[in-house]
């Protein structure tokens, strides 16, 4: 008999690093790729892996993101399966979550709703493909209590990532550290260590059984990675898995293995930079492993005008459905639904999120444009740092960025 299996996705998360981006919604209900949120990505991983009863734990700023997953992720309740988000239910007494752990405690009702054998609990805002079931399948098989997922980076990046450590088998974890600068290589990479990607499959009696144990302890910081598996690493009951080992249906040698943190505005936009290239380091074009999201009625994206430099054309971009791309250049950039460039505009290395305007030439450069941005006529974005700086937010790469319905100063 198959086991049991309920998966947890946590998507309170505040999202401060990517303000302004956040200042209207949580950071999984953050549009990425055109046509996405955030949190399609963990969403999707579950469900081409088969693991169709999925709660969302939500906090922060919450009504986009609960309005998308409920219009979009409607599964067949013939049987049983949902995905529904679950705002913080204050059943322990009049407060929100106080961490990812704190979280899991508040929501024991829905494990003893469920009776699960294993409980996955993932994060909603990491870009990525992975197939669950290998990782599942890998715990089962080990008989931890906790199976952390990690994936290969340098040991010169140790102090970047929560970093796991494993002994000699290469599989037990022994140590569980924060951005450590003395962390050690792996026994069979010497140069380098696991990052922990933030996603963990646990045995529900023990999963049930720190969580509680952590509620009562007032000097956490209820924490999952801080506070929860370092309590199983010390008793010796936490595995790794090694995220190389996975492997996911129609991928290419290119973007197997890919995993990004976009909890940076720097992340954010190489991320969507790795979607644009002729091979992209992160393929949307897997059929074989789709990304679900929702898909409004628009109408395909328009290329008009051909009259001298007055032509409508995109190089090297990826333009969604309901653009309007008008005697306009748009190159290496990512345009989503009802964007309208208009003519003899310039648009290079920019992130146009749904509803932008960009006015008659004006000209866009390395910037992210949040939903109804308006860009008048001869507007510049992106030219000139230190005027943008007095006005937008200037990321440390020097990416400008432009906050939800914000109209541009000419």
Excluded at 293 to 303: C, L, V
Excluded at 353 to 375: C, Q, S, T, W, Y
Aim: one cysteine or more.
């Amino acid at each position: 008999m198959a086991a049991k299996v309920l998966a947890i996705v946590l998507a309170g998360g505040e999202g401060k690093r990517l303000m302004p981006l956040t200042a209207d919604r949580a950071k999984p209900a953050v549009p990425f790729g055109g046509m996405y949120r955030m949190v399609d990505f963990v969403l999707s991983n579950l469900a081409n892996a088969g693991f169709l009863k999925i709660v969302v734990l939500t906090q922060y700023k919450s009504h986009s993101l609960d309005r998308h997953i409920t219009k979009t992720w409607r599964m067949s309740t013939l049987l049983g399966n949902y995905v529904t988000p679950v705002p913080a239910q204050q059943r322990r007494g009049p407060w929100w979550f106080a961490g990812s752990a704190d979280a899991i405690y508040q929501s024991f009702n829905l494990i003893n709703d469920e009776q699960p054998d294993y409980v996955i609990v993932f994060g909603a805002d990491h870009i990525y493909r992975m197939d669950p079931r290998q990782m599942v399948d890998d715990h089962i098989a080990s008989g931890a209590a906790v199976t952390v997922a990690g994936i290969r980076q340098p040991l010169s990046m140790a102090d970047q990532f929560g970093v796991i450590e494993v002994g000699p088998d290469g599989k037990r974890i022994t140590s569980f550290r924060e951005k450590p600068t003395d962390a050690v290589g792996l026994p069979d990479a010497p140069d380098q260590i696991y990052a922990s990607m933030g996603n963990y499959v646990f045995s529900t009696r023990a999963l049930c059984e720190v969580v509680e144990r952590d509620a009562a302890d007032k000097t956490s910081k209820h924490d999952m990675g801080g506070s929860i598996i370092p309590m199983l690493v010390e008793r010796g009951e936490a595995n790794v898995y090694d995220f190389k080992d996975n492997e996911v249906p129609g991928s290419t040698d290119r973007d197997r293995g890919y995993w990004r943190d976009v909890g940076t505005l720097d992340s954010f936009y190489d991320a969507h930079m790795d979607l644009i290239n002729v091979h992209p380091v992160f393929n949307l074009y897997n059929f074989d492993w789709p990304i679900y999201t929702d898909q409004p009625p628009y109408p395909p994206a328009k290329f008009v005008h051909q009259w001298g430099e007055r032509v409508g054309r995109a190089v090297g971009s990826m333009i969604s459905p309901g653009a309007v791309i008008s005697g306009s250049l748009v190159e290496n950039s990512v345009v989503s639904p009802k964007v309208k460039v208009h003519s003899w505009a310039q648009v290079d290395g920019a992130v146009l999120m749904e509803g932008v305007e960009v006015g008659r030439h004006a000209v866009v450069r390395r910037a992210i444009l949040d939903k109804n941005v308006f860009v008048p006529e001869g507007a510049e974005i992106g030219v000139d740092l230190e005027k943008d700086r007095q006005r937008y937010t200037v990321s440390d790469n020097g990416v400008v960025v432009i906050g939800k319905g914000q109209r541009v100063e000419p």
